[in-house]
């Protein structure tokens, strides 16, 4: 039962990374990404709230990769950097501390204003990001001070004295 559990948990994510990828394609297409930056913030994250505490960190570690692939289309190698290194935080956020995962998001509103070349369709990303980002790593970041999440390879949650102790 844990396994198919896990397998669903795994669907729904790559499911909800697609949405989140074609969502905003069609946003950037319709000139729409500034305007539906914040709600589609809350959206994304109510999307991965709804997956229970520990298989939402997997989702906001999965979704880290994903903001860290931004402008991976643009083909410049600093790019192809900035990915390994977003892989990197979040595994980092998965299994030491989500502190990482809410950091790098709050991080990457700076780095998209890094001066590049974009393609039309995504002029308005780096603007559209600050109100999408943001939230996203403010909500990790509050959760986290919450522990609202454990590492994964730590011991789950327990209210047992001997577990406090």
């Not at 539906?36 to 520990?54: H, K, Q, T, W």
């Not at 960190?57 to 931004?70: C, I, K």
């Not at 990197?88 to 809410?102: E, N, R, V």
Request: charged share 15%; net charge positive.
């Amino acid at each position: 039962m844990v396994v198919l559990k896990r397998i669903a948990v795994t669907i729904y994510i790559l499911v909800l990374l697609y949405l989140a990828g074609f969502a905003i394609g069609s946003a950037a297409r319709e000139e729409m990404l500034i305007q539906i930056a914040l709600p589609f913030a809350i959206i994304l994250i109510l999307g991965v709230r709804v997956l229970g505490e520990r298989s939402e960190l997997a989702g906001w570690a999965v979704f880290t990769v994903w903001l860290g692939s931004t402008y991976l289309q643009t083909g410049q190698t600093i790019e192809t950097i900035i990915f390994v290194v977003y892989i990197g935080i979040a595994l980092l956020g998965a299994f030491k501390s989500p502190y990482f995962l809410g950091l790098a998001w709050l991080f990457h509103p700076v780095w998209d204003f890094v001066p590049r070349e974009l393609p039309d369709l995504l002029k308005d990303l780096p603007t559209a990001c600050i109100m999408f980002d943001i939230p996203i790593g403010l909500y990790i970041l509050w959760f986290t001070r919450k522990d609202r999440w454990k590492p994964f390879g730590k011991n789950a949650k327990s209210s047992s004295p001997a577990a406090t102790s």
